[in-house]
C-alpha cells in the first residue's frame, strides 16, 4: 500500500535535500548487504541507481520506506528519520517495487479511488485523480473490471498509477518499467518528468541504461553493498573514458592511409572501420582532436565529417562495476537485492 502526504514537514528536507543517507549498514546473516552507504537526492530531481543484481538498491528502498530497518547508519527523507519518524515519513512518500501490488477483487478505478481516500482526497478529488491516472496509463478501457482479470503489464501500470495518485513529495521507483513495452514505458516516464516538475523528488533504481539517461540527473552506482562512483551522466562517462573521435574521409580508400599517418604522428589507438567508412581515435584530451585533425588536414586528405561521442551507458556501467570495490572511492551506492 502507497502511503502519501502532501502536508508540508515544517522542519523540511535538510541542506536542501530530500533524501539524505549516511553510513547505512543491513546485514542478512553472514551477508552485508549494504556496507557504509551514504547518499544525498537534491529536491526536485532525479537520482538514478544502478548497480547489478544482488549489489543493495532494493535493501536501501526498503529502509527508506521503513519497510525494514537499518543495522547502522541513519537516513532522512523529506526531513523525517526513517527510525524515530516512521509514521510522519510514510505520509511524504510513494513506492512503486518491483512486483505490482493492487487489490485483484477491485476494479482498476476502485483500487486508485481507495488509495485516494486513504490518503486523505476528498471524493471529488479522489474521482478526479483517479480518472486522469486511468487515462495517462492507457487503463480508462479496463478501469471498471477487477484487476485480477488485467494482464502482467496491466496490473504493472495501475501499481505505478496508484504510487503517483497522491503526488508524493518523494517517490521511490524500484525499477518500475521491468516487463512493460516501450509504449507504455514512455507513458510511465512523461508522468516521472511532469512530478518533477511539480517539484516531486524522484530514487529511480533501473536496470534499463536508457531509462537511466532519460530520466536521472545524476547516477550512483552501488557494487557490493557499496556506493562505488557517483555524478551527472556526461561527468561519469568522462571519468570513465575520453571522446571517440570519429572521421568519416571523402574517399574511404584512403582510412588505411590516414591510420598510418596518425601513427606517424604519434597518436595510438586509431582504428579502421572499412565497411562504415569511418576512423576511430580514443582522444586522450580535448587538444589531441585539434592534433587529429591538423595532420589529417596537412597531409591533404578529404574530410567529409567529423563528430566526437562519449562513452555510452552501458559502457559506464560494465567499466565502473569492473573495477574492485576496493579500489574505488565510495561516491555512488550500489545495493544487494533482498
Partial sequence: MTRIDNTPNERGPRSGNAVEVRGIVKHYGETRALDGVDLSVRQGTVLGVLGPNGAGKTTLVRILSTLIKPDAGTAHVGGYDVLRQPRQ????????????????????????????????????????????????????????????????????????????????????????????????????????????????????????????????????????????????????????????????????????????????????????????????????????LTTVVGVLGTRGFGIAAIDTKLPSLDEVFLTITAKPAAATAPTLVKEPVA
Fill in 89 to 288: 515519513l510514510r505520509r511524504t512518500i510513494g513506492l512503486t517495487g518491483q512486483y505490482a501490488s493492487v487489490d485483484e477483487l477491485l476494479s482498476g478505478y476502485e483500487n486508485l479511488y481507495l488509495i485516494g481516500r486513504l490518503l486523505d482526497l476528498s471524493g471529488r478529488e479522489a474521482k478526479a485523480r483517479a480518472t486522469e491516472l486511468l487515462e495517462r496509463f492507457s487503463l480508462t478501457e479496463a478501469a471498471g473490471r477487477p484487476a485480477k482479470t488485467y494482464s502482467g503489464g496491466m496490473r504493472r501500470r495501475l501499481d505505478l498509477a496508484a504510487s503517483m495518485i497522491g503526488r508524493p513529495r518523494v517517490l521511490y521507483l524500484d525499477e518500475p518499467t521491468t516487463g512493460l513495452d516501450p509504449r507504455t514505458r514512455n507513458e510511465v516516464w512523461d508522468e516521472v518528468q511532469r512530478m518533477v516538475a511539480d517539484g516531486s523528488t524522484v530514487l529511480l533504481t533501473t536496470q534499463y541504461m536508457e531509462e537511466a539517461e532519460q530520466l536521472a540527473h545524476e547516477l550512483t552506482v552501488i557494487d557490493k553493498g557499496r556506493v562505488i562512483a557517483n555524478g551527472g551522466i556526461d561527468e561519469l562517462k568522462s571519468q570513465v573514458g575520453g571522446q571517440t573521435l570519429h572521421v568519416t574521409p571523402v574517399q574511404a580508400a584512403e582510412l588505411p592511409e590516414m591510420a598510418h599517418c596518425l601513427h606517424q604522428a604519434g597518436i595510438t589507438g586509431a582504428t579502421v572501420s572499412t565497411d562504415a567508412g569511418v576512423l576511430t581515435v580514443q582522444l586522450a584530451d580535448d587538444g589531441q
